[in-house]
């Protein structure tokens, strides 16, 4: 199986990495021809985010046909060749598997929705209402009904877009359908999956309503969370597919909680690793990115409890976790929990030494590396229709006025992580000699691969450096994880040791100056081997800088 305690994994979103036929849209060739960047950065493996055929309202979440590549991203033989050249270089491509939907435009659900008495009705879920009311009151994950009409008083259901119905997982055919697309793919050479929404596909049978005492419509919750079949229906998918092929998996779970990381995830579970989404959706308010009653304000302390909770468990429950501060859902992680301005290079590598000295797998979202930002598109250049129906939920659901429902979207829009990445000072940053399909960030002629590659000072090489780190020190894979001074307010400092090393990990998560006192009992004779700063002694007593962070090494001697 791929190695994937040891690996470092980067995520590419396909449309915005690199353009190689001029039509402003990142493709797979774009992705072939960056291979020897991705190889020189020290990576391990690529999740490569969907390329499937799809009409692309959710850009690839919404797959029309699992067995085709989207004519904008090349052809099944692009996608052989990407395999064969990546594996070439050691690097493993993961495939986005979305199994709980597909797009509504898929010959299945065309043929379901035309024919009630087609044996492809039972492939997704349709259920009585009325003639003009929905068979319950579930609020979808985009802010609108969760139910689409099909005929008379027949409807669908949409957890996610009204363009991606649910697939019915209680029908056997649509689970073994799953299980030979993974075959498919693991046939190609793939190496794994990352599931998409893996935790939604089981749904409360009755389908009641949630709080039917309340007006209006209301999130599903433990409706469609975590229920009982989960675990037992990815299990078969598990010994159908990936498990006979020791491939790997690796589970998107909606507000994924410890207990549900366990019953998924580790020895003799269906998935080696989940992802948890405590850390990105912190300063939400309880509706997700786009409630925005706690301001978005993320105070140190809440970014340490969850840091503590989150390695505290995987090291209770013998679970493993890919660790990220961005991807393709969210904005940008530097001006959340960082600083996009006067502290953009020091606090990039304060996080970026952050997240790689986690228990758990690191994994890097295109152009973190180059510390990218958000550029906070204006409406005209939104692409996501999350977006445009959040925004409108925003108003009718929490009464927020519009032109301030529209400051709040550019503020949390995920098109700003979507942007294209930025590989010189060329035009377009030397994404596409055509248009590109959304506005690239305007400060890219000062911020791009080609200038950081000649900067040794620079984030890139900070993380090629951690990257070999990573590589290097077991203790930085497998080792514990222990916290050292808890109580302080903006200090993050804790140890990764096994029985031949010891690597204690001082992060100022704030952007101010700081105070440090270690335990006397921790100081031991170390090495520096990476800074955000310049490289000092590991003491007792530590004044940090502004995003200082360290990590240093202390070999144990065995006599």
């Known amino acids: 199986m791929f190695d994937y305690k040891h690996a470092v994994i980067y995520q590419i979103w ?48 919404d797959i029309s046909d699992y067995y085709a590549v989207n004519p904008e991203y090349g052809t099944m033989e692009d996608l052989k060749l990407l395999i064969r050249e990546a594996k070439e270089r050691h690097i493993a491509i993961l495939m986005d598997l979305v199994a709980n939907h597909t797009s509504t435009r898929h010959p299945w659900f065309q ?7 087609s044996p492809y009705r039972d492939w997704y879920i349709f259920r009585k209402g009325t003639v003009s009311s929905p068979p319950n009151n579930w609020l979808s994950f985009f802010g609108v009904s969760a139910w689409q009409k099909a005929e008379d008083d027949m409807w669908y259901l949409t957890l996610y877009t009204e363009q991606q119905a649910d697939l019915n997982w209680r029908c056997p055919e649509v689970r073994k359908e799953i299980a030979k697309i993974v075959n498919f793919y693991l046939d190609l050479g793939v190496e794994g999956f990352r599931l998409d929404t893996i935790n939604t596909i089981d749904k409360d049978p009755n389908f009641p309503s949630q709080n039917p005492e309340k007006k209006g419509l209301q999130f599903p919750g433990n409706l469609v969370l975590d229920r009982p079949m989960v675990k037992q229906w990815l299990k078969e998918l598990e010994e159908e597919s990936w498990g006979r092929r020791d491939a790997f998996a690796l589970g998107e779970g909606v507000m994924t909680t410890e207990a549900s990381v366990k019953e998924y995830c580790g020895n003799g579970k269906p998935l080696q690793m989940m992802f948890q989404f405590d850390t990105v959706c912190l300063g939400y308010g309880e509706l997700g990115k786009y409630d925005p009653r706690k301001l978005y304000l993320i105070t140190n302390q809440q970014f340490k ?74 409406k005209q250049d939104w692409r996501d229709y999350e977006a445009f129906h959040s925004s409108k939920a925003m108003t009718e ?163």
């Open 14 to 61: 396909p449309r915005s990495f690199q353009d190689s036929d001029r039509n402003g849209i990142g493709d797979l060739n774009g992705i072939r021809s960056r291979l020897d960047y991705l190889s020189d950065l020290g990576i391990d493996a690529i999740w490569l985010s969907p390329v499937y055929a799809s009409p692309n309202t959710d850009y690839g979440y």
């Open 111 to 117: 043929e379901a929705l035309k024919n009630p008495d």
């Open 305 to 378: 409890q969850v840091t503590r909770k989150w390695m505290t468990a995987q090291q209770r429950d013998h679970t493993w976790l890919g660790n990220y501060l961005s991807n393709h859902d969210h904005k940008r992680h530097l001006d959340r929990f960082g600083n996009d301005g006067k502290y953009r290079v020091r606090s990039a590598e304060m996080l970026a030494l952050y997240n790689f000295t986690l228990y758990g797998t690191p994994f890097i979202y295109q152009g973190e590396e180059i510390a990218m930002t958000n550029p906070k598109l204006k």
């Open 397 to 559: 659901i929490l009464h927020i006025p519009p032109f301030l429902a529209e400051k709040i979207t550019s503020f949390v829009d995920r098109d700003n992580a979507r942007t294209p990445m930025q590989w010189s000072d060329q035009k377009n940053a030397g994404f596409t000699e055509g248009v590109p399909w959304i506005q690239v960030n305007p400060d890219y002629p000062a911020w791009n691969v080609k200038s950081e590659q000649a900067d040794p000072d620079s984030v890139l090489n900070f993380y090629q450096a951690l990257i070999r780190l990573h590589h290097e020190h077991e203790a930085l894979c497998t080792g514990s994880w222990r916290e050292l001074i808890p109580d302080h307010p903006h200090v993050l400092a804790y140890v990764r040791e096994n029985e031949e090393e010891r690597l204690t990990v001082i992060l100022n998560l704030s952007r101010h100056a700081q105070k440090a006192v270690l335990p006397e009992n921790e100081i031991v004779p170390s090495e520096d081997l990476l800074t955000s700063t310049v490289p000092r002694a590991l003491t007792a007593e530590m004044k940090l800088l502004p995003y200082e962070a360290h990590l240093f090494l202390h070999r144990k001697h065995h006599s």
